[in-house]
């Protein structure tokens, strides 16, 4: 336990409230599929539960719901999915579980998901996808590709990553 601003935190970096909170919130999700909850079911922005845990980053409830059989390739607002979600986001291990969960990835159709983390400096997440094996010369929105976005967006340290991996200009 260590303490930051006077508030004890654990190794992840939460505190005991924000700890119970994420326990609480995984009861929640537990007791709704329990009770029969359509595991896909869209909300209001037209988001799956998955999509929302792997935007926030929450990995526990995230493989809760791949057990419980969500779609891992369900569309939300934006068009995106939750491994695009979680990539933009920066969380690294919520995209680990994603692709070992079979998320679709190198086509065109799922392009964002490549280029997503190119357009924040999250370099864990772009090493992680390149150790997938992710096609990064796929071009994307505007024909831009991951290379071009970090580029354009001074991410030098996801730009060295990518030429390091081959990518073009």
């Not at 291990?93 to 086509?107: F, H, I, P």
């Not at 831009?144 to 030429?163: D, I, P």
Request: proline residues 3%.
């Amino acid at each position: 336990m260590c303490h930051v601003q006077g508030h004890p935190q654990d190794n992840t970096g939460l505190t005991p409230s924000r700890q119970a909170h994420q326990r609480s919130r995984l009861q929640v999700v537990k007791g709704l599929l329990e009770a029969g909850a359509d595991v896909n079911a869209k909300g209001k922005y037209n988001d799956t539960a998955l999509i929302r845990a792997a935007e926030a980053g929450h990995l526990e409830i995230l493989r809760i719901l791949l057990e419980k059989g969500a779609d891992d390739n369900a569309r939300g607002e934006k068009i995106q999915t939750a491994l695009m979600s979680a990539a933009a986001a920066g969380h690294l291990e919520v995209v680990k579980s994603l692709l070992d969960a079979g998320a679709r990835v190198n086509t065109l159709d799922d392009s964002k998901t490549l280029t997503s983390p190119a357009f924040r400096p999250h370099p864990e997440v772009v090493q992680g996808l390149l150790d997938w094996g992710i096609d990064f010369e796929i071009q994307g929105h505007r024909r831009n590709t991951a290379l071009k976005l970090a580029s354009a967006n001074g991410h030098f340290e996801v730009v060295k990553l990518l030429k390091a991996h081959g990518a073009r200009e």
